[in-house]
């Protein structure tokens, strides 16, 4: 099984800021990484497919990057709306999650 | 737009079987490009894939739960089902049925709380 670790598990900033989320496989998935959003109460929406390609109507402020076992989730500038807790997701091998980040009001 | 909506029990003693249904809605369950997965959620915890079923009925199930899992499609009724047998604490969980494309979850239901309790 393919494990994917999250880091940090938390990440507190302000409106405005900039934010990293990092995502790790344990051995490689391409660049068959998806990134998740989930709000409290709500399913998961994706925001981010194969690493890099913004899913139907997520805004441009959100990017992906990386390859293979190394991934990074780039918010630019957190709008309000944009505190939850973020998964990534790999599909080469059957179907894992990582562990989430919660993106949380400093 | 497609929709889709999970049914079944919230509550289930340990060692029955957990059954849950999700009933598409505004779009086809035939559909070759699609598959159809269930995906759960124990509370304040991340997410774990338990399997898909294409409309043709091919199934993949997650090997750590492909012992007891069963998931089964219902063309004629538009809904696919989840049967997970031999429960326990450890399957309380939200319960999401999905459309995924080669392991794209972009269609989510609102989910099903099921607790396993006596």
């Known amino acids: 099984e393919i494990v994917l670790t999250q880091s940090p598990a938390t990440l507190s900033l302000s409106p405005g800021e900039r934010a990293t989320l990092s995502c790790r496989a344990s051995q490689s998935v391409s660049s068959f990484l998806a990134w998740y959003q989930q709000k409290p109460g709500q399913a998961p929406r994706l925001l981010i497919y194969d690493a890099s390609n913004r899913a139907a109507g997520i805004p441009a402020r959100f990017s992906g990057s990386g390859s293979g076992t190394d991934f990074t989730l780039t918010i630019s500038s957190l709008e309000p709306e944009d505190f939850a807790v973020y998964y990534c997701?790999?599909?080469?091998?059957?179907?894992?999650f990582g562990g989430g980040t919660k993106v949380e009001i400093k | 737009q497609l929709q889709l909506q999970e049914s079944g029990s919230g509550l289930v003693k340990p060692s029955q079987t957990l059954s849950l249904t999700c009933t598409v809605s505004g779009g086809s369950i035939s559909s070759d490009h699609y598959s159809w997965s269930w995906i759960r959620q124990p509370p304040g915890k991340g997410l774990e894939w338990i399997g898909y079923?294409?409309?043709?009925?091919?199934?993949y199930y997650n090997p750590s739960l492909k012992s007891r899992v069963t998931i089964s499609v219902d063309r004629s009724k538009s809904h696919f089902s989840l049967n997970l047998t031999s429960v326990t604490a450890a399957d309380t969980a939200m319960y999401y049925c999905?459309?995924?494309?080669?392991?794209?979850?972009?269609?989510w239901g609102q989910g099903t709380m099921v607790t396993v309790s006596s």
């Open positions: 997701q790999q599909r080469t091998n059957s179907l894992t």
């Open positions: 999905a459309r995924d494309l080669r392991g794209l979850v972009n269609i």
């Open positions: 079923i294409y409309h043709s009925g091919s199934t």
